[in-house]
């Protein structure tokens, strides 16, 4: 069988690297390996013995070099004896890896103590805040937030003051991008002790990233159910404090925190009874598909579909495309054999398919 002579550009030990690191291919791990071997390396042997041109192994011995993997090797001069020809030594991955990175983790360090500096420097005025803070709760039941980072140093300031519970719902599906950051928010509220119960659409079920991020939310400690509607987002801290998104400032990213012990025990036990009438959360078979809040879905539809309201406006009511809504129509028409939409419904009510 024939085999190739190794070249540098193979890469057989992918190395991932920048534009100024060599990357390492079979030649490399061909020389290195001759270097250990005989104690030393001498190029142009190598070049004879592997069948490589010399041009390239001295380009790969190069490579190494840079990388402090071979050194010259002083004893033999420029040229070399015939008792000891000129050559390289090979040195340790370790010792190679210390050279290269001994800087940048020295940085790292510098760095790492600048910014404990600086977050001890301005740390130093957090009491005046959570007095503030205090005093703010106490004097504006209402609070208007506008600028997208006050909204999330707020939200950041409540949930980490959380003693006993954070209540929430979602009408929207997030992006994926969305779940890192709030898994973390999590994983640091539940490690408090303090209990998480959260509410979203069944529509997000839907999603293979949606039914994973549950999944580790409900292995972490949380609650999560799903229910038809979910009709604005809002979260509860302690039945202390909720934050509703602000409709009214018509940019989409400003919040109200609401502290008004009236308004806001209105707006829990309005949470608490979608709560109760709401579907725990499991893993649907392979992750994907609505599992249990199927059949409860379905009812939504053919609800929405009775109303009369238009597919635009039913498909926001359920948290999900017009094409989505559209499409469990047509299905349930078809598995009902209905020639129309209001047949649909009263076939469906014959056959009890609202009983509960």
């Known amino acids: 069988m024939h085999t190739s002579p190794p070249t540098a550009a193979d890469p057989a030990v992918p190395v991932d690297a920048d534009e100024d690191t060599p990357r390492l291919g079979e030649l490399h791990t061909a020389l290195y390996r001759r270097a250990l071997e005989h104690g030393w390396l001498d190029p142009v042997k190598a070049a ?55 800087s940048i983790e020295a940085e790292i360090r510098r760095r790492h103590r600048e910014a404990e500096r600086l977050r001890s420097h301005v740390m130093a005025l957090n009491p005046v805040f959570e007095d503030s803070w205090q005093g703010s709760s106490q004097q504006n039941p209402i609070v208007h937030l506008t600028l997208p980072d006050t909204v999330r140093s707020s939200l950041e300031q409540l949930s980490a003051g959380a003693r006993q519970e954070v209540a929430a719902a979602h009408p929207l599906l997030p992006p994926p991008e969305a779940l890192t950051e709030g898994l973390a928010r999590t994983t640091e509220v539940l490690g408090r002790g303090v209990a998480m119960r959260t509410l ?98 379905r009812r939504s539809v053919l609800r929405l579909l009775e109303s009369g309201l238009k597919d635009e406006v039913a498909a926001r009511r359920l948290s999900m495309s017009t094409s989505t809504y559209r499409r469990h129509v047509t299905e349930l028409m078809n598995d009902l054999g209905a020639d129309s939409r209001f047949q649909a419904g009263s076939l469906a009510r014959r056959n009890g398919w609202f009983d509960s």
């Open 200 to 297: 979203y659409p069944h529509s997000v079920l839907a999603h293979r990233y949606m039914q994973q991020h549950l999944g580790r939310m409900t292995a972490l400690g949380a609650e999560i159910r799903t229910a038809g509607h979910i009709p604005d987002r809002i979260l509860f801290f302690d039945r202390e404090s909720a934050v509703i998104a602000d409709s009214a400032a018509g940019s989409g990213t400003g919040a109200v925190v609401i502290r008004d012990p009236a308004l806001l025990g209105h707006l829990y036990r309005a949470w608490e009874s979608t709560w109760d009438a709401a579907l725990p959360f499991s893993s649907a078979p392979g992750g994907t598909g609505y599992g249990s809040a199927k059949d409860e879905l």
């Open 48 to 102: 004879m013995r592997l069948g490589v041109r010399l041009a390239e192994v001295e380009a790969a011995v190069r490579d190494l070099a840079r990388l402090h993997l071979l050194r010259r090797d002083a004893g033999s001069g420029a040229c070399g004896t015939d008792d000891h020809p000129a050559g390289w030594i090979p040195c340790s991955p370790n010792a190679a890896a210390a050279h290269l990175t001994g």
